[in-house]
């Protein structure tokens, strides 16, 4: 391994190596991929929001020339226990159900059918031919809703969890989260300034380009394969292997190149039923969401209820007491205990009291999203720290630095920080300009915000084969989402003291490298840049002990540099390493490099954005002027990738502040296309600027940290703090859309008149 | 590792893997694969056999509506320096002359350019509109004619090679080798009997029932991926490597399943040229060949011309002078060095003088086919045998036991046989039934021939994932030609204790698995069953580690056993299997066993086969009533496969024997379908009988040896000593067809008359 000061590979901007692919159209994205004699499977699904399923009929459907299969919720064995999904989890018997509704429709998309054809035409005209008898039952159309004691219940077999115990009745509370320090009543009775408000989020999606797409093959033995545009090849294996009961061995999954997922392609949805048509019609079967069915029936971020209630003494965070309710939609897994800790994770707080609802509703079911649950959390946590500064007449940086963590602070569910960088990240913003030149003009406001990321690390396989000729095939188990095949590449070539080009990487299937967890969690450059660092070390271990048998010295007596295996003290003494190369076939054989990672400690991330705005005071549009991230990523392999995370996550957030919402009508969706559906475009944004903070992480090889998901953590709760700079109304709802904001400046003036 | 008693799979039949897929249809092969936009490629090919080519106008034919691109031999690099092939070697430069015509064609088929179109149908016709200007010469039609000094030369540049020398004119003789040993003028000077008869043998095919096909796809970056249906992945990748000098990582070849190969499925023929064009095309391209161009312009076994003569003192085969000229066809490389090798490698012989002559003539080039070279060596050596039997009077089998080798014993290339079996086989035949019930009527007879076969060892790579389940994936680089996946998931689930439902086997791509060479020399059973021996090895004793871990103990005092990980000696602390496999994500990691191997010592194969004969004197037919073949397997792992490799085997060496062969005329092969070019069928056959011995290997986990090619070398040995026994005419030429048989009986009677 080099030191920091002899790397000549990791550090540097790099081209992504499958740029060219895809900007020529060459890429091969799930709806691309296809075989020889496919069906073409489409879904049927529930138009109502609750209702029960009392018969199907498809008999008609399968008498249309061309239909080869219909599958229903009938043909799925039933689900057992355990859970799946690599990042918001759901018990199995749930994921069978999201799948394809068993005796109740959830949610309006809810799968009902699905049929195969010999053309996806074919496919659509037969669902309108399948008989459903549904009773409409009325829908719980939000969480406070669907709390209530009189509320409709969506299974009447879900009990609430809460601390070990189970409700004595049915409820659409699966579970309470408690988080509990100190003495928080007592606490607050200290306190100089209490602070309490209540926040309130709507269900937004990630926005990916690609829409779900695979294709399934079930062999005449019943060996499964399936080619799918996923985060998570094994994922999708166990989540296959789970809902069909089958052997793992008789699952393989394919990965293809995959057009965004930000969390919303882990659970396994076209998969299963495009497995199960395959095995009725005896052909492979391709299926291909539209965006329609993307927005209605995919896994959407949790809109979300908080109430919190803040204390401050002297100058020190002192107390919290909050109320984190979070939809669930049709079954229970929303990312609330997470939206906990990213809410108080940057912050010593002594006492606190912290409750988190898990509520299911007649909605589709949340999946995760950009840093699961974190958003809706910071937008409310940050927009109290800036109440509370201004109350005390502080800088909001300087507040936040005062309370901010550091390496052996307590995070929120007590485990201490290893090292961390959210003061050096906080000392960055104070000294910066974009947070000192003045901002001048009338309805123009600049806010700042926190943001914290726990990350994951999960496990990650990658090899690496020396080839003949000295060049490098890299494999890894990690599908690409953000450009870590490039950062794969540089660590690789780092490792083996070559230029990036002499490295090829790929991703494997689930059967030609170990178990790989889902790419998601902020992990890959983390947890896969430490086992392709392996795979790297073990190749040149082996290499080593052929130069030893051949130099005639122990494996330890030889080092390795510039393409040279040489005896320590004896320099004389080399074989080089594309001799190695060249003989490995005859010789000892192939050389394969193994990397498996498993356990790491977290490498947290912070992160603090500021941003200016000027509100419109006609239209209530909130403009966003200026906006600067800053980042501690540990070290950024590829700065290029890292600052386009930095840009990317911000983006999305200021879409949630500002304009995504899903537009809800007694449980229906009413803006379920991209037009109505507004995310922000290039023309809606100014250029983000990115600060990289370099605090290395404890463990790993390079100091690395995940970068991917804090980013979108900031941007709500520094949009409300700027808007609030900007025209004295504090916004507790989001998006800050034109009406809401206009509403408040009128409500504001109303109050003043 | 069990012991031969405990074995509990191997050593067992078991049904094929894919046996279902293919009964049913779903099994890729080349023809079957498919991408969308993929275009269709076919072969302009030389009419004559001997051609100047002066010109090449394409500018048609690309014209047409369609036509995507067209190559011709100016778009590919000038060659390296080098040779490729897993069993008959080609110098690279030839490889490319081969792939496509530079300045001459050098055979009727020899592909002059290629097209891709949108559909098979517009490349064909556009073929059609290639003007090429040819200055037809005269063509070399065989081999003793290309050794004449007046003959036409092929190529000016070529030189003989001969003992380290190289000829001081151009000459159609590439090689010479020469083997020799002792006094041979001495040694017949003593023998009490001396026969020198001549033997000629024609062009065959090895009748693979699929014909050639692949797709190739180059990326935007220039990456390419091959999907072919051959016998070695790396091998296909290696030779595109070598011919269009690229880095080995920016090849990539994924193995389709293969109908047949026989040897004939080792070169890149198609390959290069769907390369080039979808590099030209920017599209996928696909090439299939058609039957005709199968026969005429793929890799048919050499025709050979042998003159034996052979002398006996006392009982003792005492001296062996030999000519062997092969027809390479229009390239070097055919095999008559393991010719040589297989001619006399059943006998001790003191004295020896052989020569090879390796000439090439305008005819395709010649590839492996099964035991390449042996068939035609055996035919004659074998025939010599029961001459000097019958002049001595003495049982042919007794003969072939006195003067067998044994272990210790030389083989023609002067290395020492480690352990064998030929004295075992004889043995057999001698004690058999097959050999010892008495053959009545007239014109019946029985013949016996011996055989021998190296075998092959070369490098093989396998790695086996433990799945959650306790399931297993087993992946190798080898195709399977013969059945060996089954082969494989029986020593994987010997290994690991469990039945073979438990193993799943896959061939991986050459970015999966490591380096394994072809499937050939009869070496997968042998040299890939120890890779996946030492694969499964490797994961347990990897299990054996965390078992140990876990009981606090040290790795070597635990043993596994029935699914458990015991500490010896204190059974009651133990781990299952099962939970090993369930902890190992999250715990430490996925456990993934690798086995390489690239040194093993060789494991030789010999046979003996019986048949019975009666011959049509009306007609000359030859009609097989009884055969059995005898060979000495090493161990049997599947005997149902072992069974049907000697069968196969046998079934080949007959229509070699007596029907099949290259009918030209000028040049033009006249017979390029398999309504002309006569196989055997079911109805032409008896059932083969087939007598296992078993005697162990020297190397090796299990005893295990090559099966698969030796049983096509006694057949013509043994078909043309009992037609001889049931005539009293002896042929001299293969096939010994209807019309050879009559010219033959009816020869004799006038030299009666």
Redesign the interface.
């Known amino acids: 391994m080099t030191t920091v000061a002899e790397r000549k590979v990791i550090g540097k901007r790099a081209t992504k ?1 499958d740029a ?2 895809r ?2 159209g ?1 890429a091969v994205f799930g709806a ?5 004699g496919t069906l073409h499977g489409k879904v049927l699904r529930s138009p109502h929001p609750h209702a029960i399923i009392k018969k199907i009929d498809y008999s008609k459907a399968l008498a249309v020339p061309g239909v080869k299969a219909v599958v229903t919720s009938a043909d799925f064995p039933i689900a057992g226990a355990g859970t799946a999904g690599g990042e918001l989890l759901i018990n199995i018997s749930d994921l069978r159900r999201l799948v394809v509704a068993e005796d109740k429709a959830l949610f309006a998309g809810h799968p009902i059918a699905a049929v195969a054809a010999t053309n996806p035409h074919i496919a659509e005209q037969a669902l309108d031919l399948i008989q459903v008898d549904y009773e409409v039952l009325p829908p719980v159309e939000n969480a406070i809703q669907g709390m209530q004691p009189q509320a409709p219940l969506l299974d009447s077999n879900r009990y609430t969890q809460s601390l070990g115990e189970k409700s004595s009745k049915p409820s659409n509370i699966a579970t309470i989260h408690h988080l509990e320090r100190g003495d928080v009543d007592k606490a607050f009775q200290e306190c100089n300034v209490v602070i309490e408000r209540r926040y309130e989020t709507q269900m937004v999606h990630q926005g990916y380009i690609e829409p779900q797409a695979c294709s399934a093959l079930v ?3 019943g ?1 499964i394969t399936v080619w799918t545009t996923s985060q998570g090849s094994f994922n999708v294996k166990g989540q296959l ?1 789970a809902l069909l009961q089958l ?4 699952v ?1 999954v394919v990965p293809l190149e995959i057009g965004g997922g930000f969390g919303g392609k882990i659970i396994v949805m076209l998969e299963t039923l495009a497995v199960m048509l395959s095995k009725k019609s005896g052909r492979p079967v391709k299926m291909v969401m539209s965006r329609e069915e993307v927005l209605k029936a995919t896994g959407p971020g949790s809109p979300t209820y908080i109430k919190l209630k803040t204390g401050v003494k002297g100058d020190r965070l002192y107390a919290v007491e909050g109320e984190f309710i979070y939809d669930a939609g049709a079954f229970p897994g929303s990312p609330v205990g997470a939206g906990l800790n990213v809410a108080l994770g940057p912050y010593k707080v002594e006492n606190m009291r912290v409750k988190g609802y898990d509520v299911v509703t007649n909605k589709p079911r949340v999946q995760a999203y950009r840093a699961p649950g974190g958003t809706p959390a910071a937008y409310a946590m940050e927009s109290q720290v800036d109440l509370m500064a201004e109350a005390m007449d502080m800088d909001p940086v300087e507040f936040r630095l005062r309370n901010g963590v550091q390496e052996g602070d307590l995070m929120a569910n007590n485990q201490p920080f290893n090292r961390i960088g959210l003061k050096e990240v906080l000392e960055r913003v104070k000294s910066h300009p974009s947070w000192n030149i003045p901002i001048n003009g009338k309805y123009r406001g600049r806010g700042v915000a926190s943001g914290f990321w726990t990350g994951a690390q ?2 990650s ?1 990658a090899q690496v ?1 020396v ?3 000295g ?3 890299l ?1 890894t188990g990690a599908v690409d989402l953000t450009g870590t095949r490039t950062t794969m590449q540089q660590i690789c070539a780092e490792e083996f003291g070559v230029t990036p080009d ?3 990487v ?1 991703v ?2 689930t ?5 790989t ?1 889902v790419s998601g969690g902020s992990r890959i450059t983390y947890s896969m840049g430490t086992a392709v660092n392996r795979a790297s070390q073990d190749a040149i271990a082996q290499m080593k002990q052929r130069a030893a048998n051949q130099l005639k010295v122990n494996a330890e007596d030889i080092e390795f540099a510039d393409g040279w295996f040489r005896v320590k003290g004896d320099p004389e003494k080399e074989v080089s390493f594309l001799e190695l190369a060249r003989t ?7 050389i ?1 490099g ?1 990397g ?4 790491l400690a977290p490498a947290p991330e912070f992160a603090a954005h500021v941003v200016d705005v000027e509100v419109d005071p006609e239209t209530g549009k909130v403009n966003v002027l200026n906006y600067t991230a800053f980042q501690d990523v540990g070290f950024a392999v590829n700065p290029t990738q890292v600052e386009g995370q930095m840009q990317g996550g911000a983006s999305q957030g200021i879409g949630w502040a500002l304009t995504e919402e899903y537009v809800w009508d007694k449980g229906i969706l009413r803006n379920a296309t991209l037009l109505d559906y507004r995310m922000p475009t290039a023309l809606d944004l100014p250029m983000i600027n990115t600060e990289i903070i370099e605090v290395p992480a404890s463990d790993g090889p390079y100091g690395v940290r995940g970068v991917g998901e804090v980013p979108i953590v900031p941007p709500a709760g520094a949009l409300a703090n700027a808007v609030a700079k900007a025209t004295g109304v504090r916004l507790y709802q989001l998006p800050m859309s034109p009406e809401r904001v206009l509403k408040a400046l009128r409500d504001k003036a109303k109050d003043k008149a």
């Open positions: 190596v060219l692919d900007v020529t060459k691309d991929f296809a075989m020889p062999d005449a033995d060996k292997v052997p793992q061995n008789m393989k999960l496990t396989s084969q080839n003949a000729d060049t490098l095939s494999m002499k490295v090829h790929s494997g299937d059967e030609s490298v170990g178990y967890d490995s076939r005859r010789g000892d054989g192939p394969i193994k498996v990672v498993s356990k």
